[in-house]
Each structure stands twice: as C-alpha cells, then as structure tokens.
C-alpha cells in the first residue's frame, strides 16, 4: 500500500510538471477519447481525425511520462496512470471553469442555433479552433456542423440550407454573398510515392496528355485544372472524377494516376507519407480559404457573434 501510494505521487509530480506545457484543449480531447473508448467515435464529437487524436494523445503520454490508454485490441481502456490523469484532467478542467464563471464577465448568454457546413479537412483544420472560442463565449447557442464535398459550400449557403459555410473563394463571388479570408492553400500535382507506379511521368519531359488523372468532378480546383490544361491546348487523360479531395489523395495513394489537391487538404491526410508532390510549372494559383454568408444576414446576432470570433 505504501508503495503504491509512492507510486501514485511520483506520478502526480509528473503531472504538475506537464501540466506546465499541456494546455486546456489536450485535457478536454483525453477526457473525451477516454469516455468514447474509440478515436473515430472522440474524432466525430470533436471534428478531428483518428490520426490527429492518436498523435494528441501520444504526445501527452511522452509529455507526462507513463502510457495512458491500452490500444492493443478492442476499446480503448485506461492504464492505472491513464486513470489518474483522467482524475487530474477533471479537476483541473473543473476548477478553470468555476474560475472563468467567476472573473469572465464577458460571457454572452445569447441563444438560438446555427448551422455551418464545411468539407471534412475544414472541419478538423480551422473549425475546431473556432468552434472552441465560439462556444467560451457564447455557451448556450447551438452550432449544427454539416461536413460534405467541398464544393457544395457555395451552393448550400446560396440555397439557405446552411447559415455559414467555410470554402474555398469561387472566381467569381456572386454579389449577394460576404466572403472572409481566414488563410491560404496552394493547390497541388500528387503522384504515388512509390516511384515506376504512374511511367507516364517517369519521362524527362512529361506527355500530360497520356497521364491519368484523379480529379474532382466540380468546383474550383477543378475549374483551375481545366485552366491549366487548356492554356497548354492539352486535352487531359481523366481515370477518374470523384467527389472530395480527401478521395483524390487515396486514388493517388493507390497508384492509380496523379491528381490535384489543395495543400491543406494533403497536410491533413493520413495517407500524406503514400503520394508525393510533383514540382510542376507554372504552378496552379492558390485557394483563399474562408467564411462565407449572405450578405443581408450578417446583421443578425448569432451571425455577428459567429463572423466576429472568426476574425479574432
């Protein structure tokens, strides 16, 4: 027993210690995957991928010093040190936020709901972030998160069935709509990584005619490789159309031809180590990245209180 009890505080050392560079997010993401036992399911709650969850939670093991989760087969379950860092998770998380009730006193208790749609790579890139200022300072208004194909973003808030999207800017912005710029993506030539896999260009000056290409069936990368191609009167080899960048970047990864994916998009991949960037010239111009909405809506409330925290 002693012993034990010995052990229990040298952990605890270790937790003070690492609590130093651990933030509040690391805490609130182990609390959620421990309760779901599953990194998909924690992904879903919290709009980040496996992947992304699996590196968190790593880093926080290394952080304090003692493996925290089992993840030999099965669900998730907490090692006894995963078990008291659950325990110190919970406190310290409970104890910031009786503090924050006491000094913040700009704390919003406006209500009402919103819906925002985004491609799955937005969601984890840039919603995460702002979904968590969001909800400091306005706790009791309810986003409704809708992921899809990117470029159904323009459309849905066009047609009313979402109140903000995150996107990409179009060419041509339709005047009725507001668009922010929150950041920028180049857009990019990938190729498998394995080389041989694509011989069309394995040669010193490529035929991109003869290449096959993975390419999204609409929006602005797409529209942009058009461009590229017709500007070179090159009539492209399509293999394949497809819905979602996320799926060009496993296409490529299966060796089947080279496609076009925003940066952004590749960095977020879990399968970004398979495919590889091709150095092509003239480079494709890059994406604007950004909240969307109508323009007359953006005196209401809820849509200032959203478009507001974004630009913080």
């Known amino acids: 027993m002693l012993y034990l009890r010995y052990v229990v505080a040298l952990f605890a050392m270790h937790l003070l210690k690492a609590n130093v560079s651990m933030d509040y997010k690391d805490l609130r993401v182990f609390i959620t995957v421990a309760a779901a036992q599953h990194l998909g399911r924690a992904g879903q709650q919290l709009h980040l ?54 000094v913040n006193t700009d704390v919003s208790d406006m209500e009402g709901s919103l819906t925002v749609y985004c491609s799955v790579t937005a969601s984890y890139s840039f919603l995460a972030d702002l979904l968590a200022r969001f909800r400091e300072r306005y706790p009791r208004v309810d986003l409704r998160i809708h992921t899809g194909d990117a470029a159904e973003s323009i459309p849905r808030v066009e047609a009313g069935d979402a109140d903000v999207v995150i996107a990409a800017r179009p060419e041509q912005l339709p005047s009725e709509l507001t668009f922010r710029t929150m950041a920028s993506s180049p857009l990019l030539f990938i190729a498998p990584r394995a080389l041989g896999t694509v011989p069309e260009i394995a040669q010193a000056e490529v035929d991109w005619g003869k290449v096959p290409m993975v390419l999204s069936e609409s929006g602005l990368a797409r529209s942009r490789v058009n461009q590229w191609f017709a500007a070179r009167a090159i009539q492209p080899h399509i293999y394949a159309q497809v819905s979602g960048n996320e799926a060009i970047v496993s296409m490529v990864a299966l060796g089947v031809g080279v496609g076009v994916v925003p940066e952004l998009v590749l960095q977020n991949s879990p ?34 209180a959203l478009w507001n925290t974004a630009l913080r």
């Open 49 to 102: 991928s496996a992947s992304t969850l699996s590196r968190r939670v790593t880093r926080m093991e290394e952080e304090v010093g003692a493996l925290l989760l089992n993840r030999d087969s099965g669900p998730l379950t907490l090692t006894p040190a995963g078990e008291i860092f659950r325990q110190h998770a919970e406190q310290t998380l409970g104890a910031w936020e009786s503090l924050r009730s006491l």
């Open 271 to 304: 399968l970004a180590s398979r495919v590889r960037i091709l150095p092509v010239r003239p480079e494709l111009e890059s994406f604007a990245i950004g909240l969307c909405a109508m323009t007359q809506r953006l005196n209401e409330p809820l849509m200032q």
